[in-house]
């Protein structure tokens, strides 16, 4: 059974993060423990430059201790407080 904040962040990554090319959700083809890996391993965050959410983890494409959502982002953002 999943944990109220275990589930929060599933209904994260489903809505925003995790479909396939036909928009069919990961989720249709995973078993619990596959969920439960990547409950582990991959965080839902929001990037302080654009106030967007990303995955952030294993095979997400950023580092698990990220903060920006992409290297453009984190460059904008840095430019515009050195700006100031």
């Known amino acids: 059974m999943l944990t109220p904040q275990e589930v929060e962040k599933l209904q994260l990554l489903q809505t925003k993060i995790l479909r396939l090319p036909n928009g069919e959700l990961i989720w249709?083809?995973?078993?619990?423990?596959?969920?439960?890996?990547?409950?582990?391993?991959?965080?839902?965050?929001?990037?302080?430059?654009?106030?967007?959410?990303?995955?952030?983890?294993?095979g997400m494409g950023r580092r698990y201790d990220a903060t920006f959502c992409?290297?453009?982002?984190?460059?904008?953002?840095?430019?515009?407080k050195r700006s100031l």
């Open 28 to 58: 249709n083809r995973m078993n619990d423990a596959a969920m439960r890996f990547i409950l582990r391993t991959v965080d839902v965050k929001t990037c302080i430059g654009c106030k967007e959410i990303f995955a952030a983890g294993i």
């Open 70 to 80: 992409s290297d453009e982002c984190r460059i904008n953002h840095n430019s515009r």
